[in-house]
């Protein structure tokens, strides 16, 4: 029987404490990765706190794992023990519905979060994943930062390869966080013009040292007025209500509005707003096993990298606080310490 | 000078009477129809009735236009006085934006609607219109039914041909009025699996001639839970709220939830129901002058027509009377009786 050390909550709000799990024989199909990294994504807190519901206790959260392979199931496919690679949200999917077998494995329905349904998450010193989701890190890739990109990261990238994302579209990013900061740096990378709204007037500058060229301060009408009829894609990364109506008029013809926050209120859409423009409103959940190796290698090519801060993993209770006071600038990595 | 003849309403809600407008030379650009029949659309109601408030009076409706054309301009392509062509929901548009150079002009920001800012629609003898907006009707293509394909008709199509959708998805229809039972001709004819909704259990045998492979006879949460995971494109010609985070859930992994009907009241969306399966909302303004040439040719080919009763235009006020006590099947025509 092996032993699994991480740290865990066990009940909402609860401090992380270090336990033990037993884990069974490896599954045939399964990797098992000793954990180097974890990044903080501000889902772990939703999951620590039940926002979502679907929480089930003790809870090893973490889920922006690197970390290197120390043992595969017999039946494991294009993976080897040594290898590093990372495990983002998913650990798991079925494999044979129509999603899975179509490469949108992260939207099977039976997709297992990797901190969800009993599966222990990446603040621990091993943890497992089914192959498909265990994800080879390049060479050229700094891998004490990589971890954000297997959540966030991959939340921002995989509008631009699903929706025919084009050099020459206009993008605007919202909000200048963990998710955000990415979105710029993947956004210019991926040549477009590039707008950061923010609240922060501190943020100004880090935001054009992000990739964005332009920057809008505010979040009230007057100011997204200021944007209308500019972008093809609006990347919506916060998770507060805004003016969602307003928002919907700095969209060209055809243009996107994408949610990758999750705001909790329903968001009142008029439908006129979307008729004139032929406009959408999306979202999407992370991205698929193809789509975050298409990130990687498009980071590492493009030396994209998180910007984040490190605490050892020991320290998760003041990393989460550091989070929680919104002081992480813009993503806090663990190193694990066991 | 020459006169036009036309139905008008002097203010809101007021009856429709006879006028004679001066019309100017004819433009360069413009053609001059002499209308034989003309649908009456919801719009028409809308308009007149100020409800999106930029009507102007007198208003004469109209814009489901089938007539002959009469007079060209010197500068007009591609048309022939002696023709037979329809006009829809616009009459102009500005030439030279990106869109009308790409051949969106139905998403020009300045696209003259046949019915507003000044324009007289085709409750009348003769309208014009500029000749890109002026369609040329397939021969094998009843006239006297024709007129609401050039609104109703292209507003339930453009979103086959501008999402991608396949013989092969799955196609829910809300609302089976003058928009719905086009849409579920279409629907069938492209080859798709099609489910109408209608709330009337009286019109679940003509919905499943219209083209409905299966009919669901409710909007309520249980009814529409039933269809849970079952379309790729969910088309919404009601202009009512219904339960949109529920019906949201009706959607496949990448479905798509297209409004064309103009619902007043915001749609309150909650942003997980479109993160979960990477789902989109979306809306359209009627089409484009290719897509209505398209539209009509594939109309033709399929042998697709309007379900319409007939009204000579000098009872325009009986007809409207007609369509606003929801009595409609499905959509009227008036006959010109100058």
Redesign the interface.
Known sequence: MIQIQGWAAKSPKAALELISVDADDLGAEDVEVLVEHCGICHSDLSMLNND?GFTSYPIIPGHEVIGTIIAIGSAVKGLKVGQRVGVGWNSGSCMHC??CVTG?HN?C?QALPTIAGGHHGGFANKIRAHWVWVIPLPENLDASSAGPLLCGGITVFAPFL?FDIKPTHHVGVLGIGGLGHLGLKFANAWGCEVTAFTTSELKVDEAKRFGAHNVITSYDTDSILKAV?SFDLLLVTVNVPLDW?TLLKTLK??G?MH??????E????????????????????TGSPAAIATMLEFAARHNIAPQVEHFPMSQVNEALAHLIDGKARYRIVLDADF
């Open positions: 979502w129509q999603e949108q939207l329905s699903n009829n109506a013809p055809n996107r949610v990758v926050g999750a705001v909790l329903p968001m009142p859409i008029p439908a006129m707003n979307l008729i004139f423009g032929q406009k959408s409103i999306s979202g999407s959940p």
